[in-house]
């Protein structure tokens, strides 16, 4: 008897175990509780409609990271009309700041269809596994968690793309090229230019810890070289990568629209996983709707 009761005591304290870490390393949050949904029929902007069911501030803090989702979808400036819907799941704590989406949708007129997108592994994805952001092929960066700005989004003077990633990622040129430049300055913090054979395209990295030791002005770098780590100096409020690829008249241009693209899916082991989220949170959604 006392040893079923140890036996089962145990059995039931790995069950709890690997589900937290299943929860944990799934979703990117614990599900100790559901997240909170909010459902607001757009007018105006995205941040003035969840402003009116939130209160300012919150509308303010959450439609910040709604606006990451979004943005590969709509045109924020044009494409928000009248009468659309947003549906967010989050969770959140004290500081705004940690603001964390589960699931969003947004069913768009303009675009005639509903949008999705589910966290999962601390990435986002559509109802099929696709991931939301599209990668470049030529990529200054491999591993980060998210763009939290590409250029010039939602009236936003931002001239390049930011990529949110901890401090010390290695940072790699995206095509050959000849390094142009080495400098810090207050706004920028540590930063590099690289002047690439790619149609005489520059590459410009903001805001890193260092550049890689050795690295000298003229020197010749292979694409796929790690030439920098991302860091967090200068004008800039947490770790991250500001990129901004520039044609050979250095007009800023959008990498995503620009250079090659590809999706990423979730991969085989982690389908069925997946779909077990992914029904957790529409049916969380939906649950609302009757
Ligand atoms: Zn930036």
Known sequence: MKSAVLKYGLFALIFLYSTTL???????????????????????????????????????????????????????????????????????????????????????????????AFLYNGHFYDENGRELEPRLTHAPIKSYFQVTERMNIAGRNHHGVDFKADEGTALFAPYDGIVERIWTAPANGNSLKIKLDHQNQKAYYLHLSKVEPGLKVGMRV????????????????????????????????????????????????YVESFTEWRNYYLSLLNAGNN
Do not use: C
Not at 67 to 91: A, F, N, P, Q, S
């Open 22 to 116: 299943l929860a944990q390393n799934s979703a990117g949050n614990d599900t100790g509780t559901h997240p909170k949904r909010v459902k607001v029929t757009i007018a105006g902007s995205i941040t003035a409609s969840l402003n009116r069911v939130l209160g300012q501030g919150n509308g303010d803090a959450l439609s910040a990271h709604a606006g990451r989702l979004t943005m590969w979808w709509l045109d924020l400036k044009k494409d928000v009309l009248k009468g659309d819907t947003l549906e967010i799941l989050y969770k959140n704590a004290e500081l705004p700041a940690i603001y964390q989406i589960h699931a969003l949708r947004y069913t768009s007129q303009k675009k005639e269809r509903t949008f999705s």
């Open 222 to 269: 292979k694409a796929g070289q790690k030439v920098a780590e991302v860091g967090n100096t200068g004008r800039s409020t947490a770790a991250h990568l500001h990129y901004e690829l520039h044609d050979k008249n250095e007009k800023i241009i959008d990498p995503y629209l620009n250079d090659e693209i590809y999706y990423q899916t979730i991969p085989a082991a």
